[in-house]
């Protein structure tokens, strides 16, 4: 079936850095473009980045911008998010997700998400 | 990016429609026909339950509609069900980044 599994979460000092794993099954995955998104404990959603289908272009939320970099391996069907200079208010679960659009189109709805890996920046 | 303005919770007897209203800009919401809504359940990754304003994806129940009107977007849910429970959150695209709104909690009363 078509799955999205995140790894790679933890607990980590500020300042360090991590790197979060998304293997995608079920679905052509060089053909979609995927998201990043976060959710701190009791608050909202909040989207963090996107990569194209292609790997052509990539966005960045303003709170992790320079910080954190959105790519992917479409020979192991996996996503990644490298996040470096981690800081308290990047403590939150973090969702990969599938975007709706197909290649070339971006539709930023999110349609397959995975069950989420927490990230916890304490010192 | 501000957030969209969601009212943080509504509720209605079983059986009532109620709506949603999702606050943004003309920079985002208004600019754009990319709203989506989703559904949280508490400890669950949340699910599309409308995309591009109005549309719903195979096997959201027809209960649930969207719309727009200028900055504001809407998700109505007809005929409130005990499963409806849960948290909603719109998002938007604004022409370089995704914001989501600041969540609303639905409960049935």
């Known amino acids: 079936q078509v799955q999205l599994v995140e790894s790679g979460g933890g607990v980590v000092q500020p300042g360090t850095s991590l790197i979060l794993s998304c293997a995608a099954s079920g679905f052509t995955f060089s053909s979609y473009g995927m998201h990043w998104l976060r959710q701190a404990p009791g608050k909202g959603l909040e989207w963090v980045a996107v990569?194209?289908?292609?790997?052509?272009?990539?966005y960045y939320a303003d709170s992790v911008k320079g910080r954190f970099a959105i790519s992917r391996d479409d020979s192991k069907n996996t996503l990644y998010l490298q996040m470096s200079s981690l800081r308290a208010e990047d403590t939150a679960v973090y969702y990969c997700a599938r975007d709706l659009g197909y290649q070339l189109i971006l539709m930023w709805s999110f349609d397959i998400w995975g069950h989420g890996t927490m990230v916890t920046v304490s010192s | 990016q501000s957030a969209l303005t969601q009212p943080a919770s509504v509720s209605g007897p079983p059986g009532q429609s109620i709506t949603i209203s999702c606050t943004g800009t003309s920079s985002d919401v208004g600019n754009f026909n990319l709203v989506s809504w989703y559904q949280q359940h508490p400890g669950k990754a949340p699910k599309l339950m409308i995309y591009e304003v109005n549309k719903r994806p195979s096997g959201v129940s027809d209960r649930f509609s969207g719309s727009k009107s200028g900055n504001t977007a809407s998700l109505t849910i007809s005929g409130l069900q005990a499963e409806d429970e849960a948290d909603y959150y719109c998002c938007s695209y604004t022409g370089s980044e995704g914001v989501f709104g600041t969540g609303t909690k639905v409960t049935a009363l």
């Open positions: 990569i194209r289908y292609d790997g052509s272009n990539k």
